[in-house]
């Protein structure tokens, strides 16, 4: 009979604590303030980062390492600044993302992105931004030449800088493996 217990990793935990430093998840007593207050947790129910927390100090490593939910944290460190216990579940995001990446868990858009940031600087290509006008009845396309808006600064030696992440294996799709 399946307990739920079979995916606990003994070792998970001082696996990233070694990513995560002095971090000390453990004194998270599970009030929940930094999801009530988490920005992403308002949008995707899947998202919980006291959730987190607590299967990190469970060690549940399957059902967070191979999961796409611990990379939509948008960093915005509101969960470090309203835990009463001073825990950083934007830390642990962190270091189980170090961890999801070294075992080759990395979702497909940002590998997107990172061959973006290599081929061309930025995280996506600049884009047109495309509005309806509803009382002349059609659609009117704007881009920062049309706002008077002067190009964006692009890094001065890209090759310096596009070699330099690839030497880290930066944009690499990586080995899977937990
Ligand atoms: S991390 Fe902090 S705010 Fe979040 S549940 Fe634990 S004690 Fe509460
Ligand atoms: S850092 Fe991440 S987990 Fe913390 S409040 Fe911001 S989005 Fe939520």
Same mark, same amino acid.
């Given at each position: 009979?399946?307990?739920?217990?079979e995916?606990?990793k003994?070792?998970? +935990?001082d696996?990233?604590?070694?990513?995560?430093?002095?971090?000390?998840p453990?004194?998270?007593? /599970?009030?929940?303030?930094?999801?009530?207050?988490?920005?992403?947790a308002?949008?995707?129910? =899947?998202?919980?980062? #006291?959730q987190?927390?607590?299967?990190?100090?469970?060690?549940?490593e399957? /059902? +967070?390492?191979? /999961?796409?939910?611990?990379w939509?944290?948008?960093?915005? #460190?509101?969960?470090?600044?309203r835990?009463?216990?001073?825990?950083?579940p934007?830390?642990v995001?962190?270091a189980?993302?170090n961890?999801?990446?070294?075992?080759?868990?990395?979702?497909?858009?940002? +590998?997107?992105?990172?061959k973006? %940031?290599?081929?061309?600087?930025l995280?996506q290509p %600049?884009?047109?931004c495309?509005r309806?006008?509803?009382?002349e009845?059609?659609?009117?396309?704007? =881009?920062r030449?049309?706002?008077n808006?002067?190009? +964006?600064?692009?890094?001065e030696?890209?090759? %310096?800088?596009?070699?330099?992440?690839?030497?880290?294996?930066?944009?690499?799709?990586?080995?899977?493996?937990?």
């Amino acid at each position: 009979m399946a307990t739920g217990l079979e995916s606990v990793k003994p070792k998970f +935990l001082d696996e990233l604590r070694s990513i995560f430093g002095g971090q000390q998840p453990n004194y998270c007593y /599970q009030c929940a303030k930094c999801t009530s207050g988490c920005p992403v947790a308002k949008f995707s129910e =899947d998202f919980r980062p #006291h959730q987190i927390v607590n299967k990190t100090l469970l060690k549940l490593e399957q /059902q +967070l390492i191979p /999961q796409e939910v611990i990379w939509i944290c948008a960093a915005c #460190h509101k969960c470090i600044e309203r835990c009463p216990q001073k825990v950083s579940p934007y830390e642990v995001i962190e270091a189980l993302r170090n961890m999801a990446s070294a075992k080759g868990f990395v979702p497909a858009g940002y +590998l997107t992105m990172a061959k973006s %940031i290599i081929k061309t600087g930025l995280i996506q290509p %600049i884009r047109r931004c495309r509005r309806p006008r509803a009382a002349e009845g059609k659609i009117v396309f704007y =881009d920062r030449n049309t706002l008077n808006l002067p190009p +964006l600064p692009m890094p001065e030696k890209l090759e %310096i800088f596009a070699s330099n992440l690839q030497q880290i294996g930066f944009g690499e799709k990586p080995k899977k493996g937990v």
